[in-house]
Every structure is written in structure tokens, then in C-alpha cells.
């Protein structure tokens, strides 16, 4: 079963309005890590933000925030006022605990989103 | 300078050929990972290394090396690279702990003819 799905292969969005991008995840694992990471089109992997499963409140960063839904396991990510520089691929990802350890990251397939003038 | 530094950046080689990609970092991580990237799909985990002494199989190591020279230095090879083996490749890092993110190099374009 996929661990990460994300079910928008592409999205579109008129610049300064809001966007979300979903993500629904499994696990089984009370201890894991949700973060989400832009690539844009020169390829690099930029880490945008991060949700802990315990975390009781929503992460923000800026203009970003995850709309973490525990019990529906989905970590959405909200950009706001969006901006022609967002146009990039977006990645879920998720990390897990491991005999006491953390694991590597698992990645969603990515959701190319495309900022409108 | 960058944390992670992979070289080359770009790389055109032919089948069969043996390739080196290589990783360093300055950000004092345990953790390397060797990821694959193809159009459409998300990063797929090729090896992972966890200290000097502790190097792990991804999901699709098949075809892949890696050597884990130093904790700041982690390579990966092709001992006979095929062209489906052409792809993104991405190093990254991090520290033990789940709430910590992946720091990852520009990644290498691979192209094999």
C-alpha cells in the first residue's frame, strides 16, 4: 500500500489567492515526522515545513501552513497570497520511527502546481 | 558553500560504462541517502547509510553501489550503467530524529545512450 499519496498531479492557481495541496498518508506508527519540500524547475529540493504527530497545533512557516488532520491522517499543505515563484513540484513525505530510530523519508509522487498571472 | 555538494552536476555517459556519483557534506550528519528521481514519480530511496559501518539497501538498489568513505562522504555507482538507469539522482542528510528534515544536494542528471 502506498505509504504517501498525493492525489493532484497538477494544479492551478490564480496568483495572491490561496491554494491547498492534499496529502494523505499511512502509517501505523505513533512517532512520525509529515514535511513537505518544493522543486522547483532548476531541480533542487527545498524543505518548506514540518508536522510532528504529536504536535497539537498546525505548522506555519510564512506564507505556508499544514492543515494536519490526524485522525484522517491527511497533512494538507495551504500557500497563501500565492505567488508567480510558486509554480514548482510539491512533495509530501513522511518519516517514521524505527526500532527507536528514524527512517529515511517516504515521498508522495508530487503535485506540479502552476501560479496564473 | 553548500551543505550537501554533489558532483558531477551533469553527467552524459554509454551503456555499460562504470559511473561515480559522489556526496559530501558539512552539516556533521550521520544519515546519508542516495535517492533516484524519474519524471512523474516522487524519490525513490536507492541506499541508505546510517554511520560509517552501516550501510542499508533502498527499494531499488539493483544495479546500485555505495560506499560510505566517511561520515561526510557517501558515493554511489552504476557498475554497468543501462539506460534506465538515466534519471535525477539526489544525495541527501539528516540527523536521527523524526522531526528532523532531509537536506538534500542539487541532484546529478544522469543520461545514459
Known amino acids: 500500500a502506498q505509504k504517501i499519496t498525493q492525489t493532484q498531479p497538477g494544479m492551478f492557481v490564480q496568483e495572491k489567492e490561496a491554494v491547498t495541496l492534499d496529502c494523505t498518508y499511512d502509517t501505523s506508527d505513533p512517532s512520525y515526522g509529515l514535511f513537505w519540500y518544493k522543486q522547483p524547475s532548476s531541480g533542487e529540493m527545498i524543505f518548506l515545513i514540518y508536522q510532528g504527530s504529536y504536535d497539537q497545533q498546525n505548522a506555519t512557516e510564512g506564507r505556508y501552513s499544514l492543515n494536519f488532520q490526524k485522525a484522517r491522517k491527511s497533512a494538507n499543505l495551504v500557500i497563501s497570497a500565492s505567488q508567480l515563484g510558486d509554480s514548482a513540484m510539491y512533495f509530501c513525505?513522511?518519516?517514521?520511527?524505527?526500532?527507536?530510530?528514524?527512517?529515511?523519508?517516504?515521498f508522495g509522487s508530487g503535485t506540479q502546481l502552476t501560479v496564473l498571472p | 558553500d553548500a551543505d550537501v555538494t554533489q558532483t558531477p552536476r551533469n553527467r552524459i555517459t554509454k551503456t555499460g560504462k562504470r559511473i561515480m556519483l559522489e556526496c559530501s557534506q558539512t552539516?556533521?550528519?550521520?544519515?546519508m541517502y542516495w535517492y533516484r528521481q524519474d519524471p512523474g514519480l516522487g524519490l525513490r530511496l536507492i541506499y541508505y547509510?546510517?554511520?560509517?559501518?552501516?550501510?542499508n539497501k533502498g527499494e531499488i538498489s539493483d544495479g546500485y553501489s555505495v560506499s560510505r568513505q566517511a561520515q561526510a562522504k557517501f558515493s554511489l555507482s552504476l557498475e554497468s550503467a543501462i539506460p534506465n538507469q538515466t534519471a535525477l539522482y539526489f544525495c541527501?542528510?539528516?540527523?536521527?530524529?523524526?522531526?528532523?528534515?532531509?537536506?538534500f544536494g542539487d541532484g546529478t542528471r544522469l543520461s545514459i545512450l
Open positions: 547509510s546510517f554511520d560509517v559501518k552501516d550501510i
Open positions: 541527501a542528510t539528516s540527523a536521527g530524529t523524526v522531526n528532523q528534515p532531509q537536506h
Open positions: 513525505a513522511m518519516r517514521e520511527r524505527f526500532r527507536g530510530s528514524a527512517r529515511q523519508l517516504t
Open positions: 552539516k556533521g550528519h550521520d544519515r
